[in-house]
């Protein structure tokens, strides 16, 4: 439901932010005045009000100038010294005749599309950034549900965080400063909970061997050893941080423990006498900067700061962090996020899971495993039946072989004289959400960048420097890698290539659909597309 409609009241009025006695997720705004000043009505020929008296406005007036409530009739307040002192807030909800109580009070909330445009949705106070991310996939129309996220994002401050799924959206707003541009994206979010299915996320160096309990465990069974028992070990490292009230960058050695954030004065020393208490993990969240080097003069692009929950966005309120590759970044607030939330994060990613199984189950699909290991190379060659191929080699040479395969069949199948090829179009590829048009390098990076930087991650674009001519972007390893996707000509029929001609696809989605379940000359099989929605 779309909500435009704003209201402009005169007088001495100042627009403050403060907790009510009716909801308790802090998000009503309230105006207070002073003392002296008198409530005057947004039009002279409406009489002034006392403060004990329940004022109702509404935009629509009646012929005699009157304004109409939209609720209930002013009637005398019998108890004003209990609801309305001298110097207590009027909340907002009751000027406008509504209900404040938390149990049916409706807010709105205003998501953004990463084209730019906006969608207003009407919820309760205690919605959660899951309800809101499943209602903009049906309003949307998504192909799928699976890894959709809120982004909260302070442009002017240049910092961003995806919302837990557990989060109460209203909640997060009422953080939010009166006069800024704060506001919320609906994108996709790859790697929210990728530190689940790796079992080496957490490189050893940054595991503290002061307990000697964790020794020789790998990171997933820390992960698992800190979600069943509580107890987990120390996460130590070097960063770069700004000195308050300065330009200035100096390395600190940090360690997270879950009584919160230390630096040490003195090298890596662990010593009381030489750790720094810096920060609560209960009362603070972390964000990704975005373009860190020139809004703060960082040393490298791989930034990020801790800021208290509770407190309006302010830059003097902020600690910035610099961390030396995008590893150790991702891993230092993912060991934030799992030190705050514990058990909650599990569950959250239990719940994804299961609804992802759900939508498959729906759509009555093929079931694809999401890992590689449980791909094997068959041969359907003999008699008997399928075999599974265990020599390396000969996998690879049948997947060579399948490949060419595949494109006789087709050139066969379009060869035909009923065939109706001719209707196809070449462009088929610019319906696929994975295809983006003629968005450049830079621009292709920071997308998926911004939707998680795993594996198998892609894009496919128009190339700028060769004519007809397509470019795949692929995340591998935390880095996009760029393939170049040329056009040939072979017995009077155009194909696509990417390895100089040994492999040929007639289009785009041959392609793509190809590299799905075949790595061919790529690190790493097509998984994940990099998807933009409007709103």
Known sequence: MLLENSMEVEGPW??????TDGPEDG?????????????RAPSADVPSLCRSLPVSISPNRSKGGESQSSSMPSIPNPFPELCSPAHSPVPMGALLGQSTSSAGATHVVKVYGEDGRSRSLWVHAGTTARDVSRMLVQTA??????SWALIELHPALGLERCLEDHETVVEVQATWPLEGDNRLLFRKNYAKYEFF???????EHMISDSADVNKGMTSSELIQNLLNSG???EIQGFLQVREPSRKAWKRFCFFLRRSGLYCSTKGSSKEPRHLQYVADLEDLNIYGVIDGRKLYGAPSDFTFCIKPSRNRARSRDMKLLCAENEQIRTCWTTAFRLFKYGKQLQCNYQLSQSIRLQ?????QGPKHSVTEASLVAMDFSGKAGGRVIENPKEAQHAEQEEGLAWRKKTALRYSLPNTCHGSRSTSIHQTQPWFHGGVSRGEAQRLIEEQGLVDGMFLIRDSQQHAKCFVLSLCYKLKTKHYLIIPCEEGGRNYYTMDDGVTLFIDLLQLVEFHQINRGILPVCLKHPCVCVAL
């Open 141 to 146: 129309h998504c192909a799928d549900q699976e």
């Open 14 to 19: 100042r627009e403050v932010s403060r907790r």
């Open 231 to 233: 107890s987990c070990p």
């Open 27 to 39: 998000s009503t705004r309230v105006a207070s005045r002073p003392p002296s000043s008198s409530l």
């Open 359 to 363: 939508e498959g189950a729906v759509r």
């Open 197 to 203: 299915k790796k079992p080496m996320f957490f490189p």
